[in-house]
């Protein structure tokens, strides 16, 4: 009878064991391809520049044919399928000659369901791209009702020391020209409540996964996406029906 209890609970520990570790295979299993799960997808896309923006003119090129392509843009995606940041590249380089008004580098942040927080910086990637050179805001914060873009805060940054010491170092600045527009920004740093005069993501049209296949957009431009974007002439045809396929999306 001893015999008996005795094989039975040694039979019993051999399971508990036998239990234990494949349970610890399992959470080694997924510990390892958890980080592959969450890893950032790449794309690329050939672009070429015009008077007034990038304009693809090829989608997802393979990473061994770049060497093809003179200009092309580095998409990054996340595991929601989302774009976080685009990089367009000359010959490889984010160090390019551009637009006063484009920039070299765009980051993307998605901080819940209703907002995306987009960033511009110079080719270094950290560098806010100046608004005393170009206008140009480097912070523009969407506010999204479902896919409808209802609301737009614009931050610019103001890079002043740099601005005082050109002002300085060369006569033909204006010193009090200088301090005059350093003024005016900073007044007007941010602009609330102007989401009626942005239709759409800015540089959203360059991104293949845009949101997730999908393209937030103004409600007044639903419509117009809807039925007349075909003879648009804003978009090159193969950002047109990229844009067109994603808005469709976003009824689904």
Not at 55 to 72: F, H, V
Request: proline share 2%.
């Amino acid at each position: 009878m001893i015999g008996v209890i005795y094989n039975e609970a040694k039979e019993r520990k051999s399971f508990m064991d036998e239990y234990r570790y494949t349970c610890l295979l399992f959470v080694v299993f997924i510990f390892s391809i958890f980080p592959l799960l969450a890893q950032n997808k790449i794309l690329y896309h050939a672009y070429e520049p015009n008077a007034s923006d990038y304009m693809i003119t090829r989608w997802n090129i393979q990473k061994d044919s770049l060497s093809g392509y003179k200009w092309y843009v580095e998409e990054t995606v996340n595991q929601d399928g989302r774009v976080v940041q685009l990089r367009f590249l000359e010959n490889g380089n984010p160090c390019h000659f551009t637009l006063c008004y484009l920039s070299n580098i765009i980051k993307y942040e998605y901080p819940d369901s209703f907002h995306i927080i987009q960033t511009e910086y110079e080719c270094d990637g950290i560098t806010p791209v100046n608004a005393l050179e170009c206008e140009v805001n480097y912070k523009t914060i969407y506010t999204l009702d479902s896919l409808h873009i209802v609301n737009v805060e614009i931050e610019y940054f103001i890079d002043k020391k740099a601005a005082l010491k050109d002002s300085e170092q060369y006569s033909s600045i204006d010193d009090n020209n200088i301090k005059t527009e350093i003024n005016y920004f900073e007044q007007h740093k941010k602009k609330l409540d102007i989401g009626n005069d942005y239709t759409c993501i800015s540089y959203y049209s360059n991104s293949f996964a845009k949101y997730n296949g999908k393209y937030p957009i103004n409600q007044k431009q639903e419509n117009y996406w809807m039925t007349k974007a075909e003879n648009d002439e804003v978009y090159d045809k193969i950002q047109q029906d990229e844009i067109i396929r994603c808005v469709r999306n976003n009824k689904r």
